[in-house]
């Protein structure tokens, strides 16, 4: 059975950082591209940023680039978003994908706010 | 910026067949997008329903299926369920990457 498992989410001041892990399990993770979606509270779904399977090849949205990094550890099956520089507009749930998002966690909750 | 648009709301009656669209701002939507949808209740994750525009998950109802429509993407749901009520996402793919429509929220009444 696919899992995927986030954490790490929490309140975070504005301009603090935050690393987000995401623990799969149930699937050849190294086989696999891997996602990061968001939603606002109250919001639709943003794609944020994806990685590649050995991780050579990442894309970012526009408003996450230069502040987010999305990494990956292949031999402890694990996925990684390190948030930086945060903002309020970075409130939201993050949820880890596999690949073009068949399967999903469950999410975590970042709130950016002082 | 990459917009893709959805319809914000739709309604449809028990039995009933609705199609939900998605189109991109970039022009007209074909294979080459991917499109995907998805299916959200409230409080839960997303769900998978439909890949590369026409394509099942296992678990996805036969009563779903998805299209490419005058341009856009489309995804039809035929003889809707009380229990098909949620918001549905699209997601189309462009060059290095990925943007989600905005939402359509499907009531059954």
């Known amino acids: 059975e696919v899992q995927l498992v986030e954490s790490g989410g929490g309140l975070v001041q504005p301009g603090g950082s935050l690393r987000l892990s995401c623990a799969a399990s149930?699937?050849?993770?190294?086989?696999?591209?891997m996602t990061w979606v968001r939603q606002a509270p109250g919001k639709g779904l943003e794609w944020v940023g994806n990685i590649n399977q050995d991780g050579s090849e990442k894309y970012y949205m526009d408003s996450v680039k230069g502040r987010f990094t999305i990494s990956r550890d292949n031999a402890k099956n694990s996925l990684y978003l390190q948030m930086s520089s945060l903002r309020a507009e970075d409130t939201a749930v993050y949820y880890c994908?596999?690949?073009?998002?068949?399967?999903w966690g469950q999410g975590t909750l970042v709130t950016v706010s002082s | 910026q990459t917009v893709v648009t959805q319809e914000p709301s739709l309604t449809v009656s028990p039995g009933g067949t609705v199609t939900l669209t998605c189109a991109s701002s970039?022009?007209?939507?074909?294979?080459?997008?991917?499109p995907s949808w998805f299916q959200q209740k409230p409080g839960q994750a997303p769900k998978a329903l439909i890949y590369s525009t026409a394509y099942k998950h296992s678990w996805t109802p036969a009563r779903f299926s998805g299209s490419l429509l005058g341009g856009k993407a489309a995804l039809t749901l035929s003889g809707v369920q009380p229990e098909d009520e949620a918001e549905y996402y699209c997601l189309l793919r462009y060059s290095g990457y990925w943007v989600f429509g905005g939402g359509t929220k499907l009531t059954v009444l």
């Open positions: 994908a596999r690949g073009a998002c068949d399967y």
């Open positions: 970039t022009g007209a939507v074909t294979s080459d997008y991917l």
């Open positions: 149930g699937f050849t993770f190294n086989n696999y591209w």
